[in-house]
């Protein structure tokens, strides 16, 4: 199954998102694959606020797990997060998933 996640940034986070963000790509390294594509969202200033990640799981159960251990939930950065299931038909142009054997 592939999800979109939206979570948002606690009020005045930035400092703190950053000093967790190092554990937060590692874990993000660990997915590989499973990131279908993931980034910062902005502020009208150009600062994160938050994340945006289109992620591939076995289940709703296994994404919860891994938010459950996703450090910037555990940190407190992220404080509310946004799930829903999506069907990713193209990646950079190309198709994903059913249609190029993956």
């Known amino acids: 199954m592939q999800f979109i996640i939206k979570a948002y940034d606690g009020e005045g986070m930035l400092d703190k998102r950053m000093e967790v963000r190092p554990r937060h790509l590692e874990g993000m390294k660990k997915l590989g694959k499973q990131i279908i594509c993931a980034g910062g969202l902005l502020d009208e200033e150009g600062k994160m606020k938050g994340s945006a990640l289109v992620m591939e799981f076995p289940d709703r159960a296994a994404l919860d797990d891994y938010l459950d251990n996703e450090p910037y939930v555990v940190e407190g950065v992220w404080q509310k997060i ?7 038909v193209l990646m950079n142009g190309e198709k994903y998933g059913y249609e190029t054997g993956r």
Not at 82 to 88: D, S
């Open 82 to 88: 946004e799930v829903e299931t999506i069907n990713v």
